[in-house]
């Protein structure tokens, strides 16, 4: 019985992925995640900041509406 329910589940977990193959656009502000969960630093006057630290390895983030 243990056995068909782990089965079942898989086969749920399997064909529920089907829905997000389809594309998403998502439209947003690309931020390095220290300096805008710090200070709140984002927008064009810290973009050049953000791609120095996103590409020295802080993790990065999106900001949506």
């Known amino acids: 019985m243990r056995q068909l329910t782990l089965t079942i589940i898989l086969l749920l977990l399997a064909f ?31 973009a050049g900041c953000a791609n120095a630290c996103i590409s020295r390895g802080v993790p990065a983030g999106l900001v949506t509406d």
């Open 16 to 46: 529920t992925g089907r829905a997000a193959d389809d594309p998403v656009t998502i439209t947003g502000e690309v931020v390095d995640l220290h300096c805008y969960t710090t200070r709140g630093a984002h927008g064009e006057e810290h």
